[in-house]
């Protein structure tokens, strides 16, 4: 999988666009969980410039939502992008939207929800404000991202740290978390 940056210069680059591997976190715990998210890591394609790999479906407690909330169905997918991380951005706020997501911007902190897709990392890119951090803020702190991260990228690092997944997984705050169905797909 392509993982370059930078400009292309010479001859050679001219009209070439620069795909970077961007992997994604996808979370549901209201409506048809699991047959979205499939759907959802499908449609990611549009945004590819290869195929979509996509980890197995996770089930993990909701954390930080009111009690009795229902629990979370997780996944994370990889694909190289050749659009920038603003773009990608607004084609998955435009999917959440369209999958049921209701935009509230008075909401604080976690809510259930339809659809979340957050972009954990892009290339080798770190950002910090409006509208994007890169790589994710939290991600690495969340054992719902970290496990089926280290399913389809056992060797991934985010950009700025230097642990292993691994690592990271056995300092994580302990939640509970099981595989809910089969991998459905790697990369080709
Ligand atoms: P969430 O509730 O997780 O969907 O948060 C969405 C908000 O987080 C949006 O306002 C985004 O602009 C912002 N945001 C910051 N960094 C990221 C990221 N890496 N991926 C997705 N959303 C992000």
């Keep these: 999988m392509a993982n370059s ?3 292309i210069t010479g001859a050679q680059g001219v009209g070439k666009q620069v795909s970077e591997c961007v992997f994604v976190g996808i979370g549901s715990n209201l409506g048809r969980s699991a047959s979205n998210i499939k759907a959802v890591a499908d449609e990611l394609g ?3 410039t290869g195929k979509v790999g996509c980890s197995s479906l996770w089930r993990s407690e909701p954390v930080g939502l009111a009690k009795g909330a229902a629990p979370f169905v997780n996944a994370v997918v990889c694909f190289d992008c050749s659009m920038t991380p603003v773009q990608l951005l607004q084609g998955l706020q435009e999917m959440e939207v369209r999958y049921g997501r209701s935009p509230n911007p ?4 976690y809510e259930s ?3 979340d897709l957050d972009i954990l990392s892009f290339g080798q890119r770190i950002l910090a ?4 951090t890169l790589p994710h803020p ?3 702190q969340r054992l719902f ?5 280290q399913e389809l990228a056992p060797e991934f690092r985010f950009p700025g740290r ?3 997944l691994q690592q990271l997984i056995s300092v994580a705050p302990g939640i509970q978390i099981e595989l809910l169905s089969e991998q459905p797909g790697q990369p080709g």
């Design 113 to 115: 929800r339809t659809m």
């Design 106 to 109: 008075l909401r604080e902190g």
């Design 162 to 164: 230097d642990e292993s």
């Design 5 to 7: 940056h930078g400009p």
């Design 129 to 132: 404000g409006q509208p994007l």
């Design 145 to 149: 991202v970290l496990l089926p991260l």
């Design 138 to 140: 939290r991600a690495w």
């Design 46 to 48: 549009r945004f590819a």
